[in-house]
């Protein structure tokens, strides 16, 4: 039966790639230029300004005298200073991260972009008006040339110049070079016809001329030795192509076009076209970044990134299916299989074929007979399919090879087929096929070396030999190996194992076979090819040359897509399958990328949350010891691909790791001490890491763990320690004075008390007391007599009493002096009226006064004040509470007043008497040594005539 045949279609291929406006917060779609500087910063040129890349993010570089955010024409000066000018003539410099206005121009450029070229001294600026010179320096401006030039290409010390000139009326189109102020005419252009877009693109050996005339691109080639002109021949894809720019990567020649890049190479005076991609791209400049990425600016879809263009990829969209399976053929031919039951045939990069199977299912698995020609293709149903690739006609053989998990031919008549439940053996596979079952159990992978049969089951590994099918398990460390894939060279086969890693059996031995493989990747396919090793992982596709033992690895970071399983080996490409996609992988030297790590920049740091200088060195007080660093190594998408580790020489042995897409390390609070941080970064797939600058800390002790301050604390402490025995000494030594003070004190008012004793008790009142008792005894009155006994011994008894305390209860002394006037009312033969009134607050029990203080004031009153008053005696004895917790005692007498009172007396008693001088002293006592505020103030009385009418002693203490 045929197959449904299908036309063969060229689909193109297209280098690996990133979009930068879907890994990054790309900042515009329109980019002009794009460069990268000494740092490894790309500095990209677009129509809403100038911004530079580090690796995670962008920074806009502008000017407030800017006319316009659109910037172009990015150029590096032998300094490393960037350069770029805009359509108003405005030439800036970026410097320092600050983009910096050289010289405005507008009246020279008309409103044109200008060409310009960085010389030593000056900018050479090429306009509509001619060639000027502006000095760096003083903003001299130097006219060169004049000539309405419209394109310039510099090469070293030659500026080759396209320029139009009109004489006698006809517009002439020459090409000059320019060499410092000589200028030499090279060539005209003949023929009126209208020309545009003129460029000129210089090279090491060549200078390209391009331009269009009707339409249709014409290119010129100037020998740069000997200034010679050559037409040639302009290739068919770039005829009517808009060329943006013509650079030069490996020999090669790159025309920029709305069509995408179009690469030729020069060789006996013709291009050669080489390859064609991004056809749907308009391509406007290329970069190739110090990793070998090709950076690729456009004009609509933002930047592209090519982590590798060695690596092609083709996007399967059109066939709607996903690949299932795939095989290899003879050369480079391979066929894949999908989940519609299609067929595409490809060879090299180019599908010829597509065929469809008329049950549209799953292919699952296929395998290519060489000897043959025979394709057999296993449904993942009950089918399956050989197809002649002689006459593409196929042969249903039914469930013959349905559901296979392993094909492995044994010999020109001898199948092996393995499936999810049996191991089978088939003679004549494709014919009469007689069918041997090896074992019944899922098998996993299979291979055939000479005359050994190796299959994987489920449960086990197992050789047979190939004469008769004797079976025997292969074991390592007596335990059964579980096997996920196998392959095999001319004398070995590997087994990749679930848990045992990489195996090599070899001359009846097995054996661990170690390629450092990262911990934690198992083997997902492998194939033998010549020297080397092809094995895909989850982390990426590996290759190990089996000779010098090398490692090599294709990953993410290369384009490729992090998972590979299912890859095929063929003569000079690798081809990694994947569902809606295939990798198209040259066999070549340039595969492989060697990987570099940017240097690491600093960008800041902080002390105490504050920015600081960056400096390598740092002095600091105690407490400015919290410290932030920022850091960065540059490169594409360098926040994903490099890892960062320090190390705190004073406090760390080992290097500490910090984790990806971290650019800071902070340290919260730092002991005083010397600490110096190192820190490196490495590229995930480079070999060597690089180091930073170090920067050394040296923070302070704070002073209390200086020197100064310890021999400070220990003279102070002996201070202290001479100032405590100092004042304990004179602590005794007031105590002593105290304790004599105390006692003298004590002696003092003691002998107070006793003289305020001898006052009450003196002669005059003893003798009165003595004589009325006599009289009520002549009169025989014994009641009286014995009353007034009983009343003067009491008062006697309390008096004897009272003297030996410094203070009594007020009741006490309240009662002494009820029972003292009783006593002289009788002296006064009861012309005496008095009166004692208490304030009900009053505590009388707990209040304490001084013994024995009230009553002087009282005899003073009655012998001063009422004795010398015939009749209406009266006194009025009176306490209470007054503000501030205070006791007040008022004695007010009627009598004469003091006045009168020293009148009377004798020239011999011109003094105090003896009681209330006594008082006085206890309360200056009483004031100055025991700290009682004792107040006592006497007021004389007068009436209404002035004339005097008694005297008021008021006593104020504080309640105690």
Known sequence: MALFLMECIVYAQNPVYENMSEVSTLPDVEFYDILEDKDNYIWLAADKGLFRYNGKSYQRFSHPDQKSNSLFQLKFDVDNILWCNNIYGQIFYAENNKLKLFYDASDLVKGQLAAYTILKNHIRLFTVKGIYDIHKSTKKITKVFDGFCISNANSKDSDYVFVVNNEDQITNHRVYKINGTETKLLFNIEGLEYIQSPKLFAFKTHVFLTYKRDNRNLLYLINKSDDSLKKLITPKHLKSQTIYNLLSFNN????????????????????????????????????????QNYWFATLNNGVLVSPNLNIRQVNLDYINAKVTASIGLDGNRFVLGTNNGKLLFYNKNQLEKTLQLPSKNIIGKLFYDTNKAQLVVSVNASGSIIVDLKSYQFTHVDNRFSVAKALSKIDNSTLFYGNYRQGIVYKDPFNNPVEKILKESRVKASAVLGKQLFVSYIEGLYVYDTNNFDSLELKYKSKSLLVNTITKSESAVWFATQHNGLLKFENDQLEKFEINLPDGLQINNMYHDGNILWISTDGGLFQYQLTDKSLKLLSAQDGLNLAVNDFLILEDQVVVTLPKLIYLLPKSKNLFKTYKTSDISIGSVTINDRDTLVQSHYKLPYNFNKIGLTFNSNGFQSNRHVNYRYRVKQIDSNWQSIPLNTHFINFNSLASGTYTLELKAQNISAKNPVYAAPITFSIAKPFWE?????????????????????????????????????????????????????????????????????????????VLASSYLVKFSRLIRMYLDYSQQNEITLEEELNALKLYLELEKVRFEDELEYTISVDNQLKTKQIKVPSLFIQPYVENALKHGLLHKLNDRKL??????????????????????RAQSEKLKRPNQQHKPFATKANEERVHLYKNKLKR???????????ENDVPAGTKVVITMPIH
């Not at 006996?268 to 064609?276: C, D, P, R, W």
């Not at 306490?879 to 007040?888: M, R, V």
């Not at 505020?933 to 009436?943: E, G, H, R, S």
């Open 252 to 291: 090669e020649y790159w025309f920029l076009t709305t069509a995408g890049v179009f690469v030729y190479k020069y060789e006996e005076g013709q291009l050669h076209f080489k390859e064609h991609f991004f056809k749907s791209e308009s391509i406007t400049d290329v970069v190739e970044d110090f990793n």
């Open 876 to 897: 009025h004895i009176e306490a209470k509470i007054i503000q501030q917790n205070k006791l007040e005692i008022t004695v007010e007498d009627n009598g004469i007043g």
């Open 933 to 943: 505020d004792i107040a006592i103030t006497t007021t004389d009385l007068y009436d």
């Open 706 to 782: 200086t020197y100064w301050f310890y021999g400070l604390v220990v003279l102070t402490i002996f201070g202290l320690i001479w100032l405590y025995f100092r004042w304990r000494l004179q602590q005794k030594e007031a105590q002593r004075i105290t304790e004599i003070d105390k006692i003298l004190m004590d002696k003092k008012i003691t002998n107070l008390r006793l003289e305020n004793l001898r006052s009450q008790m003196n002669p005059h009142f003893i003798f009165n007391a003595l004589n009325s008792i006599q009289d009520y005894i002549v009169s025989n009155e014994k």
